[in-house]
């Protein structure tokens, strides 16, 4: 099936900042066909939606969400409360909530057994509207480590590996490790480094053997240079948190991160404070200086974790990446097809011939503010229109 979207503008590269105005975009089943000047567009028969004078570009991505947390006070006790169908129910309302807000992938990175591959599932055959989503399954965790109440507990690299091999099996596209404890659970402590070397050598070792990636979960500098050195290809948080409390950032486990090609995904964002700005002091140096050494920046949120609402939540870590010192363009590019690429979707997060037709159209250019994201009038995911306020 083939259809166009015509529109004032449209960035067809945020990186490179390009962009074409009055331009049509030809769409052929899920992936893009054609883009540039109408005056220029391909001959044939196609239907053409026109957007008018709104800007349209990729979808966004969000590269940690937990689709089974529903953002209120204790999303674990609402979560450990509901039944199975419950729990899916609210996790079709999350992913419809993400992709209300322009996300068009994401990356859950934890969630009970079974339930992220099988909302995955029902998205990739069109009967639950969502992002497309790779999924971790399970979290490993050590036991009674963070999130093992919904996580796969490991103890010592035999039962790592089999963790890993485990979840591959019952269907994660990554898998995701908890380094460090966190805040979330009680008895964990987000200061220390929670799993083994061996473990952790064995997880990445498997994983990769498996065709898949590991997404570490790491907060303190201690367990962000485990991570780095055991090669995981994102690095959750990475927030540097040293025991004396203050800025625990280490250039030596920057060098292994740039070596090692590992992304980090700071999950910036907290609903509201862009209001308060102080909320981002703790680590907002942090990213800036990543980036600035070649660390792939990958956009997230953390969405479902209190104050990180799947709806609307990805503008909040836009704004958490622009107040930690990227340029409007530089957090855009984290997410869309830099961050995409990082996450490991290839031919994503731009609008060229061949890539993925995932577009949101919105109302002013967002390389003027970000907050211009906020609410997109339109998404097309994998070529479908999956919403569409624009009056006509
Ligand atoms: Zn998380």
Redesign the pocket.
């Known amino acids: 099936m083939r259809i166009a979207f015509k529109a004032a503008t449209v960035i067809t590269d945020l990186l490179a900042d390009d962009a074409v105005d009055d331009a049509i975009v030809l769409v052929e089943d899920d992936r893009i066909a054609w883009a540039g000047p109408a005056a220029a567009a391909p001959g044939g028969e196609y239907p053409v939606v026109d957007l008018g004078e709104r800007v349209l570009l990729p979808g966004l991505m969000d590269a940690?969400?937990?689709l089974a947390f529903d953002a209120g006070a204790d999303p674990v006790a609402s979560m450990l409360a509901r039944d199975e169908e419950a729990r899916l129910d609210g996790m079709r309302l999350a992913a419809r909530q993400l992709l209300d807000s322009g996300v068009t992938f994401a990356r859950d990175?934890?969630a009970p057994y079974g339930l992220s591959v099988r909302i995955r599932d029902e998205i990739r055959a069109g009967t639950t509207p969502g992002p497309r989503l790779m999924v971790a399954g399970r979290?490993l965790t050590r036991p009674n480590g963070h999130?093992w109440f919904m996580g796969n507990e490991i103890d010592g690299p035999g039962q790592a590996r089999a963790a890993v091999a485990e979840e591959v099996k019952a269907g994660a596209d990554l898998v995701?490790v908890m380094v460090t404890g966190?805040r979330m659970t009680h008895g964990t402590d987000p200061l220390r480094f929670e799993v083994s070397e061996a473990s952790l050598a064995a997880i990445v070792d498997e994983a990769h053997r498996l065709g898949v990636t590991v997404a570490a979960?790491a907060q303190s500098t201690v367990g962000v240079r485990a991570a780095a050195a055991a090669g995981v290809d994102s690095v959750?948080?990475a927030t540097f948190i040293s025991p004396e409390g203050g800025d625990g950032y280490d250039p030596a486990v920057v060098r292994d991160l740039v070596s090692a090609g590992t992304g980090v995904c700071p999950?910036l964002g907290v609903a509201g404070a862009h209001a308060h700005p102080i909320a981002f002091d703790v680590r907002g140096g942090w990213i800036a200086r990543l980036h600035a050494a070649g660390v792939p920046i990958l956009a997230g949120t953390?969405s479902?974790?209190p104050r990180h609402p799947h709806a609307g939540g990805v503008v909040d870590g836009l704004r958490g990446l622009v107040a930690s010192g990227l340029s409007v363009r530089q957090a855009l590019a984290a997410a869309t097809e830099t961050g995409m690429r990082a996450a490991g979707l290839e031919k994503a997060g731009a609008v060229k011939p061949g890539y993925l037709a995932d577009l949101i159209a919105v109302d002013t250019d967002p390389r003027s503010g970000v907050d211009a994201l906020l609410d997109p009038a339109f998404v097309v995911a994998a070529g479908r229109v999956v919403k569409d306020t624009v009056p006509r």
């Open positions: 940690h969400v937990h990175l934890g979290p999130c995701k966190g979960h959750e948080h999950t953390d479902g974790i």
